[in-house]
């Protein structure tokens, strides 16, 4: 069982501005802890989190990959949550690059068809509209109507950055229709398996996994 990443660093006041680790984060990290074989099986040359947060995902990913060539980027719009990143990165000793940006916004079409693990925790939690796009905390969570909004926004990347063997790996609740994010996906060439599901509350969250339709 490997560790929760060092996050000793970060203090109560950090995540006033950025998003503390909870529920989801430690439902990916169980998620991945027991992709640990597929994964080192993938050899991924280049991995991409989204909305990085606090680099918690990040750095237990960067831990499972072990000493690898992989490149490991990083994608937050919140100033404070790109810093925080670099922190645990340094903190547990993994080498990760941190662009801070909306989404991908920047790395098409350099990484089109390049990366071979990518993996999101969305803003999925249902709220007005006039809340998503904030570049602060509340980035991490508003996701608008069916908490949706920033989910839908970035699925059609998803085909233009994974590579022919890659996987994508992405956090969801109830509310956000899984079922209809699935067949979204499908129509796009993708497989896809839930790899994990819990109770957080009343919320019920899923990983869900996504690779390319085999020929």
């Known amino acids: 069982m490997l560790p929760t990443p060092d996050l000793s660093h970060l203090k109560r006041k950090d995540y006033e501005f950025v998003y503390e680790p909870a529920e989801d984060t430690f439902l990916f990290l169980d998620a991945f802890e027991d992709e640990v074989y597929f994964l080192k099986e993938l050899q991924p040359a280049i ?17 499972i ?26 903190q547990n000793k993994v080498s990760v690059d941190i662009i801070e940006t909306h989404l991908v916004s920047g790395l098409l079409p350099r990484l089109e068809g390049q990366i071979d693990l990518m993996y999101f925790n969305p803003p999925y939690v249902l709220t007005p509209s006039e809340e998503v796009g904030s570049h602060s905390v509340e980035a991490a969570w508003a996701g608008g109507i069916d908490g949706r909004e920033v989910i839908d926004e970035f699925l059609p990347y998803i085909k233009r950055l994974l590579s022919v063997k890659g996987a994508f790996y992405m956090v969801v609740v109830n509310e956000n229709k899984p079922d209809e ?3 979204i ?29 085999a020929a």
């Open 185 to 213: 996906m499908k129509n796009d060439g993708f497989d896809s398996s839930v790899v994990k599901t819990r109770l957080a509350g009343r919320e019920k969250l899923f990983i869900l996994k996504f690779v390319r339709t």
């Open 47 to 63: 991995s991409l989190e989204i909305g990085s947060g606090s680099g918690c995902v990040t750095a237990f990913v960067g831990k």
């Open 65 to 90: 990959l072990g000493e690898s060539s992989c490149l490991k980027y990083c994608t937050d719009i919140n100033p404070k949550a790109a810093r925080a990143t670099q922190g645990t990165a340094k």
């Open 181 to 183: 994010i699935r067949e």
